[in-house]
């Protein structure tokens, strides 16, 4: 059931408008299940989990705590943008907890308080108290979006921002005929767009990218269909200032804020450069050589097809979200059915602008650029915009009782998976993620008795490398090649051999060799010397 | 307060898809009065307070303190009453603007010497706060009385089937959630015992290669006792036939970290042979913990 002109908006999301009591009640449904999320996320590995952007967060909190300011002088820094490490630092302040306390065991629970800020923006997006639940519900069983919110990332502070700056961006559209409550909005609007560009001033620009692009959507579609001008005309006055001082906002912020971020958006003009030198020639250099962002979801999962089957609801998602996009457009162009609010016509506009983001990426990734992760950097974004897209076909959707159970048991199942993809499931994953007590005290052992300079290896990848970092256990860096020249020293433990026999892959052979520490779950080995001069 | 579908006065050319006001002229003073600018203001005060307690006290505080407060006194004082945001609004609000308020402190306090300290920080997230919380209660008396409230009975009626669900399943939840938090936070393993052998300078280096028959080969052995439990110890270095050398007994207190230099001498020539360090437990039979050296003996040169 979609409004008429003019009809309030409260049939806007289909549907009887529940109370007021019912929706609070939903909302604390999907909380409680995002805290549920949230502590199992820390219960499934006791909180002793960690991976590398997790790691590289807890080093950069460190700096800042150490050195009392957000460019620290020794170098350790977000190159992307000081506000999670800042607000970490204030968290820390206050509560006195460890870094790796706060990444591991609290911050999963704060997670959850995403859900409190993503309801209001998808009512606003859709109109509907019902769509806005069934959106957020979506959002929070996606396991890319789960993934990115949970580990210690900058990611649960940039999203908090991306999706209160929406909010205030509708409202400050929906109140410019009010010039105290306009400016108020406007004034939050761009408080929330710095938070964005301090947290990453890659996403922060982006996010500017993407407005951009939704206004020139929006002229586009004034010259198209007739019945979008009005929504159109709306969103052009009120938008049209938004990318350009929020533009501005990112210039100040590269150019004199936070230098070091500046390096990272120095690269796109090099994306063309790179990519042609991919296309053109026929035998590249390697540092031009194709990045396939794919390659590793093979070694990652003990299976492709689990890994199909764990991402069935990002398919699910895209698939369905698309259909619904080019439905709702077509609709719109062709006048058949009612004209669009201005919620819905920007979170159109906002769906097609992350989604050519999202394509703009995969060309990015092909040139190896900006980590070759870009992807699946933007992917969540996308996430946010396709939910409430799909929430709205959903509550638009009217099946038979037998058949709504049954979509809420499937909706069930794909949680489950989402969960279990989020959080690296051992069980079906081979990107283990969690780490025992005594490997923590051998890697502190080693940085108490090794030399500087000397190699050691821990690990086929980089689990003990970020678990290093984690806890500060020393400043040497082990080496993941268990040949390389030098390399004398290797770190096993119970979970490393457990892991060699799932990848299939030799453990170091060590049993000929001096075994010089042992707490029972690890063992330290060194090659024995092969000369008298050897130390 | 409305939080549901609510209605609108429409735009003349563009449907809004959410009304204007969150809530009805008669809410809008009465509802919030000032128990929450008052709750806030305590939570403020009382992290500043608590700053030297412990972590388990400071840490609901704090984080209330740092993510909730500064933004839901700047929600308060820009929006009041709930005439124009409704309480979920309000708490996203609370939360996006708190963050967003870190970052433009941060940077501020950055400009100062030693502005990132802890004392600064508190008291710079404190002193703001209380500041728009000030502000917010001059605001809310100002807005005009709102009219007399209106006093709605309380709703007997039992709640429907599918509330009473979703209460339900609200409640499960965070049963769920709470035991397992608590179970992650209440099951986390000591730190083990940590056996271990070093060179003579107390690194990972110069492990004894090549001795005489009878010339005493040093290295230091260590134990670092869990942190649990205490334990006594003995250690001792054997071939596969004799015990060459032996320290002990060790009583160490939890935590505790104990080192000693050990002499080693071999009584027959050869090659590769296997030295094991054991670390024995009181009352155990079989070796706690076990190292291993490699030693080539040289028949000794006559004089």
């Not at chain 1, 501005?248 to 936070?258: D, G, T, W």
């Not at chain 2, 003579?200 to 009878?214: A, E, H, K, T």
């Amino acid at each position: 059931m979609r409004p008429s002109p003019g009809a309030p908006p409260a049939a806007v999301g289909g549907g009887p408008a529940p109370e007021a009591d019912d929706a609070r009640w939903s909302i604390s449904v999907v909380f409680s299940f995002a805290l549920i999320v949230g502590a199992y996320f820390t219960f499934r590995f006791s909180g002793r989990w960690v991976e590398g952007d997790t790691a590289s967060q807890a080093d950069n909190i460190r700096a800042m705590i150490r050195d009392m300011t957000i460019l620290s002088p020794s170098g350790v820094l977000y190159s992307n943008g000081y506000a999670f490490s800042a607000v970490s630092t204030f968290i820390v302040a206050f509560t006195g907890v460890k870094i790796e306390t706060l990444l591991q065991l609290i911050y999963p629970l704060v997670s959850a308080t995403l859900v409190l800020v993503a309801w209001p923006v998808y009512r606003e997006f859709t109109g509907s108290a019902r769509a806005a639940t069934v959106a957020t519900l979506i959002l929070f069983v996606q396991p890319e979006f789960l993934f990115v919110i949970l580990r210690g990332s900058h990611e649960r502070v940039l999203r908090v921002f991306l999706l209160l700056s929406m909010w205030l961006l509708l409202r400050s559209f929906r109140h410019a005929d009010k010039t105290p409550l306009y400016a108020t909005y406007v004034f939050l609007f761009y408080l929330t767009v710095y938070g964005t560009i301090a947290t990453n001033s890659w996403f922060g620009s982006s996010y500017v990218w993407a407005l951009a692009t939704a206004l020139v959507g929006s002229w586009v579609a004034r010259w198209l269909g007739p019945g979008l001008r009005p929504v159109s005309l709306s969103t052009q006055r009120r938008l049209l200032y938004v990318p350009i001082f929020a533009g501005v906002l990112a210039f100040l912020f590269n150019s004199y804020i936070y230098p070091p971020s500046g390096q990272t958006l120095g690269q796109i003009p090099s994306i063309l450069d790179r990519l042609s030198r991919l296309m053109l020639t026929t035998s590249p250099d390697p540092s031009t050589t194709r990045y396939n962002a794919y390659a590793a979801i093979f070694d990652q999962w003990v299976d492709i097809r689990v890994y199909f089957l764990l991402s069935l609801g990002t398919y699910l998602l895209l698939a369905g979200s698309a259909a619904l996009w080019i439905r709702m457009g077509l609709r719109w162009l062709a006048g058949v059915g009612d004209r669009p609010t201005l919620g819905r016509w920007l979170l159109w506009l906002l769906y097609g602008a992350s989604a050519l983001q999202g394509a703009m990426s995969v060309v990015a990734d092909n040139a190896g650029m900006l980590g070759g992760n870009l992807q699946y950097r933007s992917f969540p974004t996308f996430v946010m915009m396709a939910s409430p897209i799909v929430a709205i076909g959903l509550t638009e959707w009217r099946p038979k009782p037998r058949t709504r159970v049954l979509a809420s048991g499937a909706l069930g199942i794909l949680a489950l998976l989402g969960i279990a993809k989020a959080t690296n499931d051992p069980a079906v994953s081979n990107g283990w993620s969690f780490y025992l007590p005594s490997e923590v005290s051998a890697l502190r052992f080693l940085g108490d008795y090794m030399k500087e300079g000397q190699l050691y290896w821990s690990d086929f990848d980089e689990r003990l490398r970020a678990l290093r970092i984690l806890v500060n256990a020393s400043n040497l860096t082990p080496t993941l090649d268990p040949n390389a020249v030098g390399l004398r020293t290797y770190l096993i433990s119970d979970i490393i051999r457990a892991r060699a026999a799932r990848l299939g892959r030799p453990v170091p052979p060590v049993t000929g060799e001096l075994r010089i520490y042992d707490d029972g779950d690890v063992q330290i080995y060194r090659k024995r010397s092969l000369t008298p001069y050897q130390d | 307060m409305a939080i549901s579908e609510r209605t609108t006065t429409p735009a003349p050319t563009v449907q809004t898809s959410v009304p204007a006001e969150a809530d009805s002229p008669t809410t809008a003073r009465g509802r919030h009065g000032w128990w929450d600018l008052a709750s806030c203001a305590v939570i403020a005060v009382l992290a500043l307070l608590v700053a030297g307690a412990s972590p388990a006290l400071r840490t609901p505080i704090g984080l209330a303190a740092v993510l909730y407060v500064p933004g839901f006194a700047l929600a308060a004082a820009i929006f009041p009453t709930n005439a124009q945001i409704d309480r979920v609004e309000r708490v996203a609000l609370s939360l996006g603007s708190s963050l967003g308020l870190l970052a433009v402190l941060a940077l501020i306090l950055d400009k100062v010497d030693h502005g990132l300290a802890p004392e600064s920080i508190r008291s710079a997230v404190v002193g703001s706060s209380l500041l728009l919380l000030v502000l917010a209660i001059v605001r809310r008396a100002r807005t005009a009385p709102a009219a007399p409230r209106t006093v709605t009975p309380p709703n007997r009626a039992r709640p429907s089937r599918a509330k009473r669900f979703t209460q339900a399943i609200v409640v499960a939840n965070l049963l769920v959630a709470g035991l397992a938090y608590v179970l992650t936070l209440t099951t986390q393993p000591a730190a083990p015992t940590e056996f271990y052998v070093v060179g003579p300078q107390r690194v990972v280096l110069d492990y004894p290669r090549d001795v005489q028959v009878g010339e005493p080969a040093e290295v230091i052995v260590g134990i670092h006792q869990t942190t649990d439990a205490g334990g006594t110890y003995h250690v001792e270095a054997a071939t596969a036939d004799t015990v060459l050398a032996s320290l002990g007994p060790v009583t160490l207190k939890p935590g505790e970290r104990w080192e000693a230099p050990m002499r080693i001498a071999l009584p027959a020539p050869g090659d590769d042979q296997e030295v094991v360090i054991r670390l024995l437990r009181e009352g155990q039979p079989d070796p706690y913990r076990y190292l291993r050296l490699w030693l080539n003996v040289h028949a000794s040169e006559p004089a």
